[in-house]
C-alpha cells in the first residue's frame, strides 16, 4: 500500500497524562509538514470511540506509541496497541520511551523484533524527526533548513506584492496618459473650436459635461484675447511709419527739423507703447500698468511743451527715445 492510500502519516498514541511531551512531538511533525491523528479531548459525537480510533490506526501509515508508566496502565493505549500490532504491517508500530520507565513484560514481547527509540537517545526535533521521515520516505528539514524556506516564501510573497503594486500603478498611469490623450485630442477635433459662434454639440442627445462646457467657453476665450492681441501687435508696428509720414510732412510744412521730430516721436511711440503693453500683458494689471506709463508720458510731454517750447522739443526728443528703446526691447522679447 503506497503513501497516497493513507489518510494520516502518524497515529499517536500515548496517555493524556503525557500530553506535554505528545504537544512537542506534534508541534515537530508540523515543522516536517507530517500529518497525523492524536486524541487531544476525547472524542464524542454518534460513533463508538473504539471504532473511531481503529479507523484512524487503519488509515494512518505508522503508529507512534509514547510509552510512560502512565500508558502502561492506560486503558485505550493498550488496546490501541495491540489492535495496531494485528492489523498493521510489521514494521510500521514504533515504540517511543518517554520517561525512564521500563517495558512491561506483554510489550517487550510485542515489540522484541523492533528498535526500541527513547527521549533521551532519540531527541524529538533531530533523531526521531529523522527516523520518521526515513520510513515515511520523506526528506528531513533541520531547523536552518526551515528557517531558510520561510524566508524564501516571505520574500518570494514580498516579491509578488511588489510586483503586482507596479503593475497595478504602470496600468493607473497608463489609463492616465489614455485619458490625456482622448481629452486633447477631443479638445482639437471638437467643431466648437472651428469657428466663434457655432455652439456645443451634443452626442447621442446627451448634454455636455460641466467641466467640458468650461474648456468650451475657455477655449472660445483664448481664441478672442489671441486675435486682439494680433490686432494690437499690428498697430504697435504700423503706427511709427504712419506718424513717421506725418512727421516729415509737418517738418516741411513748418520748415522746422524739430517740430516734424516732435510729431514722429511722441505720439507714435506713445501708440507703440500702449497697444505692445495689450499684446504682451497677461493680466489686467499689466495691461493698466502699461496704459499708465504711456499716459504719463503724454502728460510729461504736454507739461513742458506748454511750459517752455524749447524745452518742450528736447525733452520730447528724450521721452520719445526712451520709449522707443523701451518698446524695441520688449518687441523683440514677446513678439
Known sequence: MGNSDYKYDIFISYSRIDKEIADKICLALQKQGISFFIDRKGIGGGKEFPEILASA?????????????????????????????????????????????????????????????TLEEHPIDTILMEDLCQLLGREYRSDEMIRQEKENAEKSFRDKLESEYQQKLKEKEEEYRRKVIEALKG?????????????????????????????????KKEKKN????????????????????????????????????????????????????????KTTKEMVAWIG???????????????SYTCSIFWSVVIGLAIFILGAYLFFKYI
Not at 99 to 108: A, H, I, T, Y
Not at 187 to 214: A, C
Not at 257 to 263: P, Q, R, S, T, V
Request: aromatic content about 14%; glycine content about 4%.
Open 57 to 117: 490506526i487503519l488509515e494512518s501509515q505508522i503508529v507512534l506509541f509514547l510509552a510512560s508508566k502512565n500508558s502502561y496502565t492506560s486503558k485505550f493505549t493498550n488496546k490501541e496497541i495491540t489492535f495496531a500490532f494485528n492489523e498493521k504491517p510489521s514494521g510500521t508500530l514504533l515504540p517511543y520511551v518517554i520517561d525512564n520507565s521500563k517495558l512491561p513484560s506483554s510489550l517487550r514481547f510485542t515489540f522484541a523484533d523492533i528498535n526500541i527509540r
Open 187 to 219: 479638445s482639437s477635433n471638437d467643431q466648437s473650436y472651428k469657428t466663434e459662434h457655432t455652439e456645443p454639440q451634443f452626442s447621442n442627445n446627451k448634454p455636455l459635461s460641466d467641466n467640458r462646457k468650461k474648456t468650451l467657453n475657455r477655449a
Open 226 to 281: 489671441d486675435s486682439f492681441n494680433t490686432f494690437c501687435s499690428a498697430i504697435a508696428i504700423i503706427s511709427p511709419f504712419i506718424m513717421l509720414v506725418c512727421g516729415i510732412a509737418y517738418g516741411i510744412e513748418t520748415k522746422s527739423f524739430w517740430n516734424g521730430l516732435e510729431i514722429f516721436l511722441v505720439p507714435s511711440w506713445v501708440l507703440f507703447f500702449l497697444f505692445m503693453g495689450k499684446a504682451c500683458s
Open 293 to 307: 506709463v504711456s499716459l504719463l508720458g503724454v502728460v510729461v510731454s504736454a507739461g513742458i511743451y506748454s511750459y
